[in-house]
């Protein structure tokens, strides 16, 4: 799908410039691509034109650039746009210029046709797996959406990327094995509560064990040996100091012998040093 855009070009560029065009109705935009880059002034109304198209932001642009009293005219396509959070107003708009010669790659939307699925009608669940495909081919050759058809699915069956059909000229980027759609078989009542059962009533969810808690059985044990521990080394300690004593005590007694020996010999001499006197006399 192509559409027709009608651009300007401005010298002029800043967030003022920016303020300033918002102010009288315009947006700020820019082309780039093929080796130049030009500085627009777009009407925001022709942006919304190209998202409210079909094909969206793949739609071909061609655009008719006013430069002066010239015009150039140029094909493109919406690469990427600004709103604003609050009003959703477009701010700011990018354009993407190609050449029809060249095979881009860009993402087309997935669009699901077709009936009923044969596993929806017994009970199952269509699935929407893949909302959009990456593929390559020439600007004029992108599709607006890729058909898929999954009418004669049953349950627990799907549509891979190799079996979806796609327009001559386009060749789809993913992985051929992923999934498109499927039918997923439906879940029962009791599979649905069990999934969404809690704890019973009655009992309590148990207590998450922590690193580093301990019981008080195990607080006491601890503390019990820390008490044996002390009162041991207490025990070694006071015989340490007790021996060391009593040591000191029987050392000091056998010196004192030995000097109470000496004083008594002194006074078997004095008392033979006198009865020697008395026989000279």
Request: no cysteine.
């Given at each position: 799908m192509q559409v027709d855009m009608k651009v300007e070009t401005r010298e002029a560029v800043g967030k003022g410039v920016a303020r300033t065009l918002r102010r009288q109705g315009k947006i700020p935009g820019v082309l780039y691509g093929q080796g130049e880059c030009l500085s627009l002034t777009i009407d925001p109304a022709e942006v919304r034109k190209v998202l409210h198209s079909e094909s969206g932001s793949n739609t071909l642009l061609n655009v008719s650039i006013a430069k002066g009293s010239g015009e150039m005219k140029r094909t493109a396509m919406l690469r990427d746009y600004q709103l604003d959070p609050v009003t959703g107003a477009i701010l700011h708009a990018d354009l993407f210029e190609v050449a029809l010669d060249k095979p881009i790659r860009v993402r087309v939307p997935v669009a699901v046709t077709g009936g009923t699925p044969v596993g929806v009608a017994e009970g199952g669940i269509l699935q929407h797996n893949r909302r959009e495909l990456h593929v390559e081919c020439l600007p004029s050759q992108i599709p607006a959406h890729i058909m898929v058809d999954p009418t004669a699915l049953k349950i627990n069956q799907g549509i891979h990327v190799k079996e979806v059909p796609v327009?001559?000229?386009?060749?789809?980027?993913?992985?051929?094995d992923m999934m498109v759609v499927s039918v997923a078989a439906p879940i029962s009542e009791a599979k649905l509560e069990a999934l969404l059962a809690t704890t019973p009533a009655g009992e309590t969810a148990a207590e998450p064990e922590l690193i580093g808690k301990a019981t008080e059985e195990?607080?006491?044990?601890e503390a019990a040996a820390a008490g044996e521990k002390a009162g041991e080394k207490a025990g070694e300690k006071a015989g340490e100091k007790a021996g060391v004593k009593a040591g000191d005590k029987?050392?000091?007694?056998?010196a004192a012998a030995p000097a109470a020996g000496t004083k008594e010999d002194k006074k078997e001499g004095k008392e033979a040093k006198d009865t020697k006197g008395e026989k000279k006399k």
């Open positions: 327009p001559p000229g386009v060749r789809i980027l993913d992985d051929p195990e607080v006491s044990e029987a050392g000091a007694k056998v």
